[in-house]
């Protein structure tokens, strides 16, 4: 755009329409989600419920499960410092209310499945996972269509609905296949989505 | 011509910044310097007339030694940008309206 010297030059209503235009234009490229977390917690839990199952299913050493534990706990901690810097890093540049919004959803989301956890200990006495496991996963769900609706993005909505059928038919499995379909629940209602959104913002 | 068209507003730069402003809470000087395309002294020029009008609110901190400026869109702005745009609208509305009549 050129410059706008400090004394007014003659500027039309064209022009006008073409600089709200721009900047909108602008805007929405700038301000549209990159998909780079979708694509991180996306691997990471696909990672991480996909190695449980192979465990669960196959004989393996208690090493070398140790290892993969480690593994996963080293990726979980690298995840979430990641995520820490990039939330801050864009929060620099820019605060949009989109990002407050999702912020708030996915914080709440965390303390909600704390609590939940602690209510399900609390009333049944015993930590039972395959309860847990589809009840998260409708959770999960529910912040999944939520953030498709506010970044207004139909693959992650569609995600979140699957995500939500899964968390129900997963009801009906015993916790090793509670694992596959979780896995499988994370790969299409965040790995798929966010390469697209990726490869759309980039491309 | 437009009538009662705001001259705060209408100017490229000035416009460029409300248009950005518009759609987010809030943004860092780099951001507005980056998208605007203009120099740093006249985006620093265009944001002070901005804030005369009370159309944004700057804010100046630190960022480690460096200064950090941010600015955020008031309400007198939100309406101003609006009534701005009304008019704009208005405009090519009684253009095409003109246009109609002519063919």
């Known amino acids: 755009m050129e410059t706008n010297q400090p004394n007014s030059d003659p500027f039309d209503e064209r022009q006008s329409l073409q600089v709200i235009r721009e900047m909108i234009q602008v805007s929405q490229k700038k301000l549209k989600n990159d998909g780079i ?12 419920y996909i190695s449980s199952y192979v465990f669960k299913k196959t004989v393996t050493t208690f090493q070398v499960q140790k290892i993969f534990g480690y593994i996963g706990n080293v990726i979980g901690l690298l995840a979430i410092v990641f995520t820490i810097y990039y939330i801050l ?21 965390i303390c909600c499945l704390s609590i939940t956890s602690m209510i399900i200990h609390n009333v049944i006495h015993v930590a039972n996972l395959e309860l847990q496991h ?14 498709g609706g506010i970044i207004r993005y139909k693959p992650v909505i569609f995600g979140g609905i699957a995500f939500a059928l ?18 499988a629940a994370w790969l299409i209602a965040f790995i798929v989505p966010g390469h697209i959104l990726f490869y759309k913002r980039n491309s | 011509m437009l009538k009662d068209l705001d001259p705060i507003l209408h100017s490229q730069v000035r416009l460029a910044i409300m248009s950005l402003l518009i759609s987010v809470k809030s943004a860092e000087f780099g951001f507005l310097l ?31 030694n460096y200064p ?33 009549q002519k063919l």
Do not use: H
């Open chain 1, 89 to 109: 890093k864009e929060r620099r540049k820019v605060q949009t209310y989109i990002g407050i919004s999702l912020r708030y959803i996915w914080f709440s989301l």
């Open chain 2, 34 to 64: 980056e998208n605007t395309g203009t120099t740093k002294g006249n985006l620093s020029f265009q944001l002070t007339k901005l804030k005369e009008a009370e159309y944004i609110d700057i804010q100046k901190s630190f960022k480690g």
């Open chain 2, 68 to 100: 950090l400026t941010t600015c955020e869109i008031t309400e007198k702005g939100i309406d101003a940008y609006e009534s701005y745009v009304n008019s704009i609208e208005e405009y090519f509305k009684e253009f095409k309206n003109n246009k109609n």
């Open chain 1, 166 to 183: 899964l968390a129900f038919a997963s009801s009906w499995f015993k916790l090793e296949e509670q694992l596959l379909l979780e896995a």
């Open chain 1, 134 to 147: 589809p009840i998260f996963m409708m959770f999960i769900a529910f912040a999944v269509v939520v953030t």
């Open chain 1, 37 to 48: 977390l979708f694509i991180l917690w996306g691997w990471v839990m696909f990672y991480s």
